[in-house]
């Protein structure tokens, strides 16, 4: 997504192209990749295992703008998704708000 160019380009991150939201989420988790960050669209069940697997290993996980993932809702839309190293967390979320300023 363009959000992850973005927000690549201000941390000066290597992009590292890989298959479906829980292979991305999981290479955070083994440490092949430090940041996870989606907003094309998803369905709770898109994220829902990746993210509570990433948050019990310790890393951070979030929507985009920095809100809690939110699940078994009326609408099971849920468009973004972050998964970081905690440490990183802060310094993501402000390129985020940056790049979209």
Same mark, same amino acid.
């Given at each position: 997504?363009?959000?992850a160019r973005?927000?690549g380009e201000?941390?000066?991150?290597?992009?590292?192209?890989m298959?479906?939201?829980?292979?991305k989420?999981?290479?955070?988790?083994?440490?092949?990749?430090d940041?996870?960050?989606?907003?094309g669209?998803q369905?709770?069940?898109?994220n829902?295992?990746?993210a509570a697997?990433?948050m019990?290993?310790?890393l951070?996980?979030s929507?985009i703008?920095g809100?809690p !993932?939110?699940?078994?809702?009326?609408?099971p !839309?849920l468009?973004?998704l972050?998964?970081?190293r905690?440490e990183?967390?802060?310094?993501?979320?402000?390129?985020?708000?940056a790049g979209?300023?």
């Open positions: 997504p363009e959000i973005c927000v201000a941390l000066g991150a290597t992009m590292i192209p298959g479906s939201a829980g292979a989420a999981m290479a955070v988790v083994d440490g092949r990749a940041i996870y960050l989606h907003d669209g369905y709770e069940w898109d829902c295992a990746p697997v990433a019990a290993a310790g951070h996980a929507r703008d809100s !993932l939110v699940y078994n809702c009326e609408n !839309l468009p973004d972050l998964i970081c905690p990183l967390a802060e310094r993501v979320l402000a390129a985020i708000r979209r300023a």
